[in-house]
């Protein structure tokens, strides 16, 4: 599942590919109009500049697929350890994002939330009102970090990496049952 962050995100980055592409071929178009100047001034050569907005899409590509194929690995992981309790909301965000939620959560109940951070360096997950849950720290190296959620009433969760730190992040919040 990706959630509408994500979406947008990878959406501007299509748009971000579409206007280097554009750029690319506009110096293409610029350079194939009198190849001979472009090789007297030392201007890079159409082909170059094919090659270079050729190389520039793959590497976007392959950035794109990573991120997604990380997604996929991290929803797995979540699915698979333990479903334990109704789920009430779930997603997958870069780490260099981060999560930022208020999910819809019922007073006297308890909720407990799954991250799993996939990549290099570290999140962390801190929740407002501070009771509310535990701040704790989220290594990327595929561990799952579980934390109780007592709601007194609404909750914020921002889960932010450490400043070098890539990858993916994702998360589920499931209700297991009355507070205690």
């Given at each position: 599942m990706i959630s509408t962050s994500t979406a947008t995100a990878r959406l501007r980055a299509r748009l971000a590919a579409g206007a280097v592409m554009a750029a690319a071929l506009g110096l293409v178009s610029c350079a194939a109009s009198d190849g001979h100047e472009a090789a007297a001034s030392g201007a890079a050569s159409p082909s170059a500049s094919r090659a270079a907005a050729g190389a520039a899409e793959q590497k976007l590509g392959a950035q794109q697929f990573d991120e997604k194929q990380l997604g996929e690995?991290?929803?797995?992981?979540?699915?698979?350890?333990?479903?334990?309790?109704?789920?009430?909301?779930?997603?997958?965000?870069?780490?260099?994002?981060?999560?930022?939620?208020?999910?819809?959560?019922?007073?006297?109940?308890?909720y407990r939330l799954d991250l799993v951070c996939i990549g290099r360096g570290s999140a962390r997950a801190v929740f407002t009102p501070a009771g509310t849950g535990t701040e704790t720290g989220v290594p990327c190296d595929r561990s799952v970090v579980r934390r109780r959620i007592t709601?007194?009433?609404?909750?914020?969760?921002?889960?932010?990496?450490?400043?070098?730190?890539?990858?993916?992040?994702?998360?589920?919040?499931?209700?297991?049952?009355?507070?205690?």
């Open positions: 690995q991290a929803e797995a992981m979540l699915g698979g350890f333990g479903s334990g309790g109704a789920m009430v909301e779930a997603g997958t965000e870069r780490v260099a994002e981060g999560i930022h939620t208020e999910p819809s959560l019922g007073r006297g109940r308890a709601p007194h009433g609404p909750v914020r969760i921002d889960v932010d990496g450490v400043k070098g730190s890539t990858g993916v992040v994702a998360w589920v919040v499931r209700e297991v049952g009355r507070a205690s």
